[in-house]
């Protein structure tokens, strides 16, 4: 991973990043107006609509920047690039300069869903910011993200950046954005399966600033962030990436 920073690089990590947290947060408002009751259905709405914007953001800016569009996706790839290239002050200078402009595209994307949805519909939601389940603690929620996001970053290693990956690189998007679903489908209805500090950062700040009202979201800062780190730990790569 040798990407020189540009503004075409750093415009594309806020564009994902934006398209991730508008799409996503989205479906989550209209199923709130619109659901069907059913909440396998409803779940599944949101689960491809998070995971589809991954897939057709990763499909357009893939090859540009790399398609991250989560700090701990920035984080976990890093880590694996570091093992195997060294280069630790390029590596986090890619850190810093990634970070930030995902951190702005959340806040863009869910300022934009506040205009597009009307206040009564985005209100009982708070604009799709990831909510745990009653009855599972902060402890717990942070395992899931954790362990969510493990296998997230791990699917990004192996099928976007391993040189040794066993698919074709034009398929890597679909892996990507179907490891996004898979964790939605299964972790949504516990954790919230934010899976991205930066999907649950953008909502929740729009969200504090308009109302007042800031929600906690510790466990899809720190599960995340703990599960990119690890993934970009033990990837078991043959040679390098």
């Given at each position: 991973?040798?990407r020189?920073?540009?503004w075409?690089?750093?415009?594309?990590?806020?564009?994902?990043?934006f398209?991730?947290v508008?799409f996503?947060?989205?479906a989550v408002?209209?199923?709130?107006?619109?659901g069907?009751?059913?909440a396998?259905?409803?779940?599944?709405?949101i689960?491809l609509?998070h995971?589809?914007?991954?897939?057709?953001?990763?499909?357009?800016?893939?090859?540009i920047?790399?398609?991250h569009?989560n700090?701990a996706?920035?984080?976990?790839v890093c880590?694996a690039?570091?093992r195997h290239?060294?280069?630790g002050?390029?590596?986090?200078?890619?850190?810093i300069?990634?970070?930030?402009?995902?951190l702005i595209g959340?806040?863009?994307?869910?300022?934009a869903?506040?205009?597009?949805?009307?206040?009564?519909?985005?209100i009982?939601?708070?604009l799709g910011?990831?909510q745990?389940?009653?009855?599972v603690?902060?402890?717990?929620a942070?395992?899931?993200?954790a362990?969510l996001?493990?296998f997230?970053v791990m699917?990004?290693?192996?099928?976007a950046l391993?040189r040794?990956?066993g698919?074709?690189?034009?398929?890597a998007?679909?892996a990507i954005?179907g490891?996004?679903?898979?964790?939605?489908l299964a972790g949504?209805?516990?954790?919230?399966a934010a899976m991205n500090p930066?999907?649950?950062?953008?909502?929740?700040?729009l969200f504090?600033?308009i109302?007042?009202?800031?929600h906690?979201?510790?466990a899809y800062?720190?599960?995340p962030?703990i599960g990119?780190?690890?993934a970009?730990?033990v990837y078991?790569?043959?040679e390098?990436?």
């Open positions: 991973m040798q020189t920073l540009s075409p690089i750093i415009f594309s990590e806020y564009l994902g990043t398209a991730l508008f996503g947060g989205l408002c209209m199923v709130q107006a619109h069907s009751g059913i396998i259905i409803d779940m599944l709405a689960a609509a995971g589809l914007a991954i897939f057709t953001m990763v499909s357009a800016f893939g090859h920047s790399g398609g569009f700090p996706v920035t984080l976990g880590i690039s570091w290239h060294g280069k002050l390029q590596l986090f200078s890619l850190l300069s990634y970070i930030p402009f995902q959340a806040l863009g994307g869910a300022l869903l506040a205009y597009a949805v009307p206040h009564a519909v985005w009982p939601v708070k910011v990831p745990v389940a009653a009855g603690s902060l402890g717990g942070i395992f899931i993200e362990l996001t493990f997230l699917t990004v290693c192996g099928a391993d040794n990956r698919l074709p690189r034009a398929l998007p679909l954005g490891a996004v679903t898979m964790g939605i949504g209805w516990l954790s919230g930066a999907r649950a950062f953008g909502p929740a700040a504090g600033l109302e007042g009202e800031w906690p979201i510790m800062v720190i599960g962030l990119g780190f690890l970009g730990l078991p790569d043959k390098e990436i």
